[in-house]
Each structure stands twice: as structure tokens, then as C-alpha cells.
T-cell receptor, first 110, second 110 residues
């Protein structure tokens, strides 16, 4: 299956700081989603972004499919941003499957 | 977003017991998925289904079975639970290119 690598694995920020999370993948994809897993374990959809750039409030994401990476930007971080951020990709060779990275664990301190 | 529910939310069981995890959704999505998440890792696909007659194995189907009783219901069974099946289990539905996750079931096998 496709390999998905996320970096950094852990990140500690002071409230108000900005950050960039990266997702690299090993093969061409036609589907990419970013999720936030909150401290209670719930997975929340952030972006569906197989290519291009999207913004939603303080969060934005960019995927450069030809170079096989995606970036998630968090600006003016808040303590509620804490949790684990996952990238999930759907390979072009198999529309039906998703492969997840191991996540970036973010801790925003007040 | 899809309204995806999972029962039970938490379960402790003993080695060798049969256990069923249930998933229901109210949005009429055809595609449904079961994943497991181990500590510090991303989600891995167990089984997926396109409709009641179409069941497919994922990456880690050994030791699990599923049943798609209706479009809205997709159950995961552990025929004889073992301790390394202790994990957080997620059900998901898919509409178009986006997946929507249930709240998860935390399963502990002692």
C-alpha cells in the first residue's frame, strides 16, 4: 500500500503561535483529507484537499499532488487546537481505500 | 456531515469471548468502513462495504468478520477476542470523496 509520512511527530506550541504540519505520500493520489482527533478521540474532518489550497478560519491546507505532499497551516493557535492531526490519502490505483499517516501530536500551552 | 453512531462506546471483554461492535448511519451513504487505531499510530482498514452484498477485506482483516445487515448498519465481530485486538475501533461512511467517522469504540481484551 501507499506510504504516508507525517512530520513532525510531536509539536509543542505556545498559544498564539503558528505552525506547519507536513504529509508526504509515496504514490499518486486522487483523494486527501486532513483530520483532527481531539483529546476525547473523536475524528473531525478538517479539509478534503486532493490538490490546491483551501482555507477555513485559522486553518489552511495546500496539496501539491505532483510533488506528493500536503501541508496544514495553523495560525494563532489556541489550546483547543490540541490533539492529533492525521493525513489520509486515497491512492489513484484504488478508489476505495484510505491510508493514514501516524499523525502529528500537537500540544498548545496557554 | 453523516450521523454515524457506534455501540458500545467502551467495552472490556476476556480472551476467547465473541464480541460485536455495531455501527449505524442515518444519511444513506452506501460505503461503510471499519478501522482500528493503536496507540501512537494512524488508522488501519479492517473491512469495507459498498452495499449489503459487497464486502471487502482491508489491510488487517484476520481475526475479524463483518456483516452489512442493511444500508444503514455495518457490524464488526471478533469471533474469539485476543489481547492484541485491544484498540480504538472506528466506523466510517463515505459520500463521494470524503469520509465521516463515528465516535469510536474503545475495546479492551484482558
Amino acid at each position: 500500500g501507499i506510504q504516508v509520512e507525517q512530520s513532525p511527530p510531536d509539536l509543542i506550541l505556545q498559544e498564539g503561535a503558528n505552525s506547519t504540519l507536513r504529509c508526504n505520500f509515496s504514490d499518486s493520489v486522487n483523494n486527501l483529507q486532513w483530520f483532527h482527533q481531539n483529546p476525547w478521540g473523536q475524528l473531525i474532518n478538517l479539509f478534503y484537499i486532493p490538490s490546491g489550497t483551501k482555507q477555513n478560519g485559522r486553518l489552511s491546507a495546500t496539496t501539491v499532488a505532483t510533488e506528493r505532499y500536503s501541508l496544514l497551516y495553523i495560525s494563532s493557535s489556541q489550546t483547543t487546537d490540541s490533539g492529533v492531526y492525521f493525513c489520509a490519502v486515497g491512492p489513484s490505483s484504488n478508489f476505495n481505500k484510505f491510508y493514514f499517516g501516524s499523525g502529528t501530536k500537537l500540544n498548545v500551552k496557554p | 456531515d453523516a450521523d454515524v453512531t457506534q455501540t458500545p462506546r467502551n467495552r472490556i471483554t476476556k480472551t476467547g469471548k465473541r464480541i460485536m461492535l455495531e455501527c449505524s448511519q442515518t444519511k444513506g451513504h452506501d460505503r461503510m468502513y471499519w478501522y482500528r487505531q493503536d496507540p501512537g499510530l494512524g488508522l488501519r482498514l479492517i473491512y469495507y462495504s459498498f452495499d449489503v452484498k459487497d464486502i471487502n477485506k482491508g489491510e488487517i482483516s484476520d481475526g475479524y468478520s463483518v456483516s452489512r445487515q442493511a444500508q444503514a448498519k455495518f457490524s464488526l465481530s471478533l469471533e474469539s477476542a485476543i489481547p492484541n485486538q485491544t484498540a480504538l475501533y472506528f466506523c466510517a461512511t463515505r459520500e463521494g470523496d470524503e469520509q465521516y467517522f463515528g465516535p469510536g469504540t474503545r475495546l479492551t481484551v484482558t
